[in-house]
């Protein structure tokens, strides 16, 4: 427990004094008058290399180079948590014989017919209905179905 208490109290300390500093800093702003606080603006808007630097401390990459720019550290993060995947071994496919699928077929033709009977014309067309019954006993038939009744 004397670790967790050592630690919770560090994190107070820290945070307390960081408080106590920016309010001191505004403190000062504020007594400088109007000046003062343009000059604080325009460090906020012209910090050299406050990009360029970045807020991650400096890398060391895979191949020992060092990262300091942000994009360097980019191309450093990318690599050590995205990286290429080893080529596929494909040897067992060279010679296989894909077989022929009758249900890739029938399903295909189930489709067709299921979007034509979708986009009909609206209103009562005992031909079109015909039609599509029709296709859906031939291809019962085909595939082999007891019932020639669509499902």
Not at 13 to 27: I, M, P, S, W
Request: with cysteine.
């Amino acid at each position: 427990m004397r670790y967790k208490e050592a630690r919770n109290y560090k994190k107070r300390l820290v945070k307390g004094t960081l408080t106590q500093a920016h309010r001191r800093r505004v403190q000062q702003v504020i007594e400088e008058g109007p000046h003062g606080m343009w000059r604080l603006a325009k460090w906020a808007r012209n910090r050299d290399g406050a990009y360029e630097r970045g807020i991650t401390p400096s890398l060391k990459q895979l191949d020992g180079t060092v990262a300091e720019t942000v994009d360097e550290k980019a191309s450093a993060f990318q690599a050590a948590f995205f990286p290429q995947p080893p080529p596929a071994d494909l040897s067992d496919t060279t010679n296989f014989n894909y077989p022929d699928s009758p249900l890739s077929f029938c399903f295909s033709f189930v489709i067709i017919i299921f979007i034509l009977w979708w986009s009909r014309a609206s209103g009562s067309n005992r031909a079109l209905h015909d039609n599509y019954f029709g296709l859906w006993e031939s291809f019962s038939r085909l595939s082999g179905r007891p019932d020639s009744t669509p499902a």
